[in-house]
């Protein structure tokens, strides 16, 4: 779902292709969950259940459908920290989920995978480890994509992809530990400095600022009634591997106009020829004349079907 028409000649434009990690290349719905910590049950479980409930990061989803909670209970002075995590009070119990840096104010080690600590009240309690599991088709579409355009990653997650990413993406730039101003900064950094055109690819959750910036931001969503003020479009997760073919189609529109606009000029020219003859009747004259209109829209219809 696009926001405008002008937004299919921007992406036409495309030169240089940035992909948010987590929820953009990875499932939201399909994430391997493991604990470790201080056994979550009862009152506890609930709490952190009913926290989760309010977010709809990849992550925190993630977390909350590992618990599943039978039921949740209202948060009190809820908080989102933008690349960082949530914290809110629930009966009169402050309790705050999130990355380490923001929960336990170190940076991470791990390296299987994203981290998801929680503390309640002043105390550590655990940390959820959750393993990606890349959309169907991903290594096919950024394959197909390498060959047209430069490409970088950003993640606000760790470096603990960065090993297999590399793999298939050999020769892009891959980022981590980014905040939602450092991924704004390197959208604006590609514009201005390298001069590209930016397609930004994110979840619209930790990237509105990117996706704003990029001179075109698709949204990717899993939920097709999401909606994502920052993003010039919406593109349905299902369709993940057919993005190559979206854009492909988006270039084959503005061929199709210079077509168009060159056989108008050349029937135009061809018809004045004549007339300067004195060869054509002001009667067929006035049928050739709307003909033409008639004949472009029918030869643009016609190939946009047949690009389609």
Do not use: C
């Not at 028409?5 to 036409?12: A, T």
């Not at 590609?190 to 055109?197: A, E, F, S, V, Y």
């Amino acid at each position: 779902y696009l926001r405008h028409p002008s937004v299919i000649e921007s992406l036409s434009q495309v030169n240089h292709i940035v992909f948010d990690k987590t929820g953009t290349l990875t499932q939201s719905k399909k994430l391997q969950v493991q604990y470790q910590g201080k056994l979550l049950q009862g009152q506890q479980k609930l709490l952190v259940a009913s926290l989760l409930a309010q977010s709809t990061h990849p992550l925190s989803m993630a977390v909350f459908n590992y618990l599943k909670p039978e039921d949740v209970i209202p948060v009190q002075h809820f908080k989102n920290v933008q690349g960082q995590g949530i914290e809110g009070w629930i009966n009169e119990t402050y309790i705050k989920i999130g990355s380490d840096s923001f929960v336990k104010h170190t940076r991470s080690d791990n390296h299987l995978g994203s981290n998801v600590s929680i503390r309640i009240d002043n105390e550590y309690i655990g940390t959820f480890t959750v393993s990606n599991l890349y959309r169907l088709g991903f290594q096919n579409l950024m394959q197909s994509f390498q060959g047209q355009y430069s490409l970088s990653i950003l993640s606000g997650d760790n470096d603990a992809e960065a090993k297999h990413l590399k793999q298939v993406l050999p020769n892009s730039e891959l980022l981590f530990h980014q905040t939602p101003e450092e991924k704004l900064e390197y959208i604006r950094h590609l514009q201005q400095i390298r001069k590209k055109k930016v397609l930004m690819i994110g979840d619209g959750l930790n990237d509105a600022g990117a996706l704003k910036q990029s001179d075109v931001g698709l949204a990717l969503t899993e939920e097709a009634n999401n909606f994502t003020p920052a993003a010039d479009g919406i593109f349905d997760a299902s369709q993940f591997a057919r993005l190559d073919k979206f854009i492909n189609f988006s270039k084959s529109g503005r061929k199709i106009i210079l077509t168009s606009f060159i056989v108008s000029i050349a029937y135009n020219i061809a018809g004045l020829y004549f007339a300067v003859q004195g060869v054509l009747a002001p009667v067929i004259a006035a049928v050739l004349m709307p003909a033409s209109s008639i004949s472009i829209i029918l030869l643009t219809f016609g190939l946009t079907e047949i690009k389609a």
